[in-house]
């Protein structure tokens, strides 16, 4: 759906667009709060994508981006080069530096972009990593999947200052049609696994904002870990690198709540790898299994979930699901369930609770695994 965003460009701007690119949102079907702590992820990337049309600004307007979106009103302008802008603009001001450290910045520096997106904002569904990236694909089309990823993870860490890690803009680069990604994010290696299954996804309708939100707060409690872990192990760079069989050793090492992430942390690494394995062979039942663990994981150990998400996967538990769990940061968002191709007794039962418990319903999509970012014809 590049149109909505060409047509912003020119209604705003009076000109064509010289390129766009699109790029989509994500769920994780497992693998959560490891990419930071150099542990595997398994995600996918969803139709909802995020659509970035791009052409050059008024002459002898030296860096300066003028930026437009559908999802918000006015026309932000802003020198990127001297001051980081606020509110959404942020992401493309931090791609536009990134871009400039490569000497990739077109139009001599002077950009304007209009912006057009499906996937809603704090759903859970990484909707800054599509923007991020469709903005690097956009301005930069010949670098390779893993540089725009690169770029986009930078843009956000680095100059917006959320403390995620490289899951989001991994898949919304690396993204493949019916697949699942897993990968490995010390070492940065990425397999593609053929992903068919029946995946809902429930929105909860809660809302969260990474940028003020736990994660930040999350990261400090795993690295504080890591520095107490390392008068045991003085060689472990990442909290996930931890030994799984070395658990107790771990649990006397730490207190709570360093203690409780910790355990998440190395727990879930070992759940993902065994979940990618299962899924290469597929072996859904005991795939499911292990969303519902890693949910009981976020829940308890983590505390990362919400009563929200918590309704969602046990109404989905209770209506026999095969697996269901939060997906992406928590704290609110949306919960994905694993579900059996004939079944139809999960979604109004997922429906009855939610309505019971929040007087509200929460929607629920089916989630087909699409491609990663790619441009789009003007
Ligand atoms: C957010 C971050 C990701 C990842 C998840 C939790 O979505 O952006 O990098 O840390 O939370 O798995």
Known sequence: MPRPAIDLFKKTFGTTPRAAASAPGRVNLI??????????????????????AVGPGAPGDASVLEAVSTQFSGVARVKW???????????????????????????DGSVRIAVASDVPIGAGLSSSAALAVATAKALAPSLNPRQIAGV?????????????????????????????????????????????????????????DLSAGGLNQRRAE???AVKRLKVELPELLWLAS???????RLKRALREPLRARAVHVV????????????????????????????????????????????????????????????????????????????????????????ERAYGRSAPITEVKPSAGAHTERV
């Open 81 to 107: 080069q001297e001051e980081l802008p606020k509110g959404w603009v942020a992401y493309v001001g931090g791609v536009l530096r990134e871009l400039w450290s490569l000497e990739a910045v077109p139009f």
């Open 222 to 224: 795993c690295e504080e």
């Open 267 to 354: 727990s879930e690494t070992a759940r993902t790898r065994f979940a990618a394995q299962l899924l290469q062979q597929r072996r859904l039942k005991q795939f499911g299994k292990l969303l519902y663990e890693s949910h009981e994981s976020c829940r308890r150990l983590y505390d990362c979930s919400s009563p929200e998400l918590d309704t969602v996967v046990a109404a989905a538990k209770r209506a026999g699901a095969l697996g269901a769990r939060l997906t992406g940061a928590g704290w609110g968002g949306a919960a994905i369930v694993l579900v059996n191709k004939t079944d139809k007794k999960t979604i109004p039962a997922i429906q009855r609770a939610y």
């Open 152 to 208: 986009a993870f930078r843009a956000e860490h680095d100059h917006v200052g959320v403390r995620c890690g490289v899951m989001d803009q991994t898949i919304a680069a690396l993204g493949k049609r019916d697949h699942a990604l897993l990968f490995e994010c010390a070492s940065l290696e990425a397999t593609q696994i053929p992903f068919d299954a029946r995946l809902l996804l429930v929105d909860t309708g809660k809302r969260h």
């Open 242 to 248: 931890w030994p799984a069989e070395w658990l107790p």
């Open 31 to 52: 693998g959560e709060h490891t990419d930071y702590n150099g542990g595997p992820v398994l995600p996918i990337a969803i139709a909802q994508r995020t659509t970035v």
